[in-house]
């Protein structure tokens, strides 16, 4: 009771910095850190830092660069998963969309969303980056890989990811299965809008 006391006490001295104070910090500590940023997230975010500050980018790359022992056998580790990956997608794709219980119109617009919405709308970005010259293209395969990017199905990664947690391993079996299959027949119209921007901006 009497620490209690004095955290209202201090609180209601500081006034309203004060209270704005312990509520961001009651609302950080009430946070699952661990399921917000799992090992997979905390990774990524730890590469692009790595990539973007060029003093931690020299340990790892460049002539001369002291950790590039460290960065050789990261790649060498990276080439290794790359061609395990194909095997594991053809494992979920032979079990088909399984057991799942997720409804059919939200597995529809999920697929529509990831195959159809996103590409279209990102690819107008692009266009539009690419009319106002907010970058330059230096060869016509860095701007194809931007935009083949954005019409892509999901990762297969996803799927290792559900099944680590135990948690939505069928309804992202599911939802795979269906986008692989649907991007037999959209992948092929985006890739040919792709080489008409192409052909237009390089």
């Known amino acids: 009771m009497g620490s209690e006391s004095k955290r209202k006490e201090k609180?209601?001295?500081g006034g309203e910095g004060?209270?704005?104070?312990?509520?961001?910090?009651?609302?950080?500590?009430n946070v699952d850190w661990a399921a917000m940023l799992p090992m997979a997230t905390q990774a990524a975010i730890a590469g692009?830092?790595?990539?973007?500050?060029?003093p931690l980018r020299h340990l790892l790359h460049g002539p001369g660069a002291p950790l590039q022992i460290v960065s050789d056998a990261i790649s060498l580790l990276g080439d290794g998963l790359v061609p395990a990956a194909i095997p594991l997608l053809g494992a979920?794709?032979?079990?088909?969309?399984?057991?799942?219980r997720l409804p059919?119109?939200?597995?529809?617009?999920v697929v529509a969303t990831r195959l159809l919405i996103q590409p279209a709308l990102l690819t107008g970005v692009v266009v539009l980056f690419l009319r106002v010259r907010a970058f330059d293209v230096p060869d016509p395969m860095f701007l194809m890989t931007m935009l083949l990017a954005n019409a892509t199905p999901t990762a297969i990664n996803?799927?290792?990811?559900?099944?680590?947690?135990?948690?939505?391993?069928?309804?992202?079996?599911?939802?795979?299965?269906?986008?692989?299959l649907s991007s037999l027949a959209?992948?092929?119209?985006?890739?040919?809008?792709?080489?008409?921007i192409i052909d237009k901006y390089t």
Do not use: N
């Open 92 to 100: 979920v794709l032979y079990r088909g969309p399984g057991a799942s």
């Open 158 to 180: 996803l799927q290792m990811v559900t099944v680590l947690y135990g948690h939505g391993a069928e309804e992202m079996s599911q939802l795979l299965f269906w986008q692989y």
């Open 11 to 13: 609180q209601s001295q």
């Open 48 to 54: 692009v830092i790595v990539g973007c500050v060029p």
């Open 18 to 29: 004060g209270r704005w104070v312990f509520a961001v910090r009651t609302c950080m500590t």
């Open 104 to 109: 059919w119109h939200v597995t529809a617009g």
């Open 186 to 196: 959209s992948l092929p119209l985006f890739i040919r809008l792709f080489l008409a």
